[in-house]
């Protein structure tokens, strides 16, 4: 049985780079410890604009923290490579990864040079589990590196707070060890 709890949170006040209707979220909202970013994210809006120009915005329903290089279940723990290079980098930019040969993971880095910390989004309106949110996505390895504050393809803009969030366990990190599995670091509503 997954541990739960509730918890509140309050609005991160940042500043908003203002682009017409647009509210994307500023560097600084990522800057920021992957426990205040993971949380604050839901009901955030992430968006896509697709290959054929269109433009599809997805609330964003559920996420887990990653913490860097002490957390066992981060892939920044086994030290810096190819693979986790941009997770030792600033805040705000994509780390997308390959899992079963077949669905690309989205994560959003956070933190400032190598904090090494990420969120990685595992539900999105209509779609759960993140081997469905990057295949609704259509990601591929090209995202890897994205800049989410520049992008034209792929960003985050402001939205209603989310004040009652969902805690559990993070899903599938049983390799990680007792202490680290357990943390309540997964996020939903």
Known sequence: MTSRKNIRIDSFSSSLEKSGETSRLSLGFFYRDV?????????????????????????ITETEAY???????????????????????????????????????LNFVTGRE???SAV????????????????ELLLDRSFYGENLITSPRIWVEDAAIIAEIQT?????????????????????F
């Open 67 to 105: 913490r860097g290089i002490e957390d066992r279940a981060c892939h920044a723990s086994k030290g810096r490579t190819a693979r986790t290079e941009v997770m030792f980098q600033d805040g705000g930019t994509v780390y997308v990864y390959l899992i079963y040969g077949q669905y690309w993971m």
């Open 120 to 135: 990685l989004i595992r539900g999105i309106d209509g779609f759960s589990g993140p081997g469905r949110v990057g295949r």
């Open 35 to 59: 426990l205040d970013v993971a949380p604050e994210l839901l009901g955030k809006n992430l968006v896509r604009q697709f290959d054929d120009g269109r433009i599809v915005k997805y609330r």
């Open 114 to 116: 190598v904090d090494a």
């Open 168 to 188: 559990s366990k993070r899903i599938g990190i049983d390799y990680a060890g007792d202490d680290w599995a357990g943390k309540l670091w997964r996020f939903y």
